[in-house]
């Protein structure tokens, strides 16, 4: 089956604009996570869903920062008042459950705040 | 803090050497050890993974070591091929305690010469 997706691919916006990130992971997977890789960097985590809701939002940097997950599939993050420090590759991984280790990472969607 | 230490930050192996990487970490509670190879605009992609209760797994040309006591474990490639290069990530996390995110150590460029 399909693996992790992410749109788009690559992002470019301007200092203060609102940006929308998408995952659409793998069918079947309750779990999704969020993660933001820095250039030369290890993925740092961000948010992770289980169904809708986020149980665990302690990763996000600041308040600009926001994901949804209505339907307990699809996820969102939403970027608000972008700033150059926000570039980076966000990542998002999907795993059956919560308690399942395995995490499956989409390619990616690489966000250069000019 | 830095919860997880990889070295070395780079690495460059001859064709049909042996690549190793060395991993550490400081929370007694991680109980989850994969490793991930990630290609230039990919993903991070599972490679291999332990759990504590054993000291050795190996799926084909890699192998991991787990040090319990020592709190490393590491990443051995054998046979070390052309197509091998890319980064490399050890991980780890807690399937016990909320959020199973995974703690990424920094990386390991690994180029191996043909």
């Known amino acids: 089956g399909a693996g992790v997706s992410q749109t788009p691919s690559n992002k470019v916006t301007e200092k203060g604009k609102y940006v929308e990130l998408r995952c659409d992971p793998i069918?079947?997977?309750?779990?999704l996570y969020w993660y933001r890789q820095s250039l030369g960097q290890g993925p740092e985590f961000l948010i992770y869903f289980q169904g809708t809701g986020a149980a665990d939002d302690s990763g996000l940097p600041n308040d600009r920062f926001f994901a949804v997950r209505p339907e307990g599939s699809v996820s969102t993050l939403k970027i608000q008042r972008t700033e150059r420090g926000d570039s980076a590759v966000y990542l998002c991984a999907s795993s059956l459950a919560v308690s399942s280790s395995e995490q499956f990472f989409g390619p990616g969607t690489r966000l250069t705040v000019l | 803090q830095q919860q997880v230490k990889q070295s070395p930050q780079s690495l460059i192996v001859q064709k049909g050497g042996i690549s190793i990487i060395n991993c550490a970490y400081e929370n007694t509670a991680f109980d989850y050890f994969p490793w991930y190879q990630q290609f230039p605009g990919k993903g991070p992609a599972l490679l291999i993974a332990i759990r504590p209760d054993v000291s050795e797994k190996k799926e084909g040309r890699f192998t991991i070591s787990f040090n319990k006591s020592a709190k490393q474990f590491s990443l051995h490639i054998m046979d070390s091929q052309p197509g091998d290069s890319a980064t490399y990530f050890c991980a780890a996390s807690s399937e016990y305690q909320a959020g199973t995110a995974l703690i990424f150590g920094k990386g390991t460029t690994l180029s191996v010469s043909s």
């Open positions: 069918s079947g997977h309750t779990a």
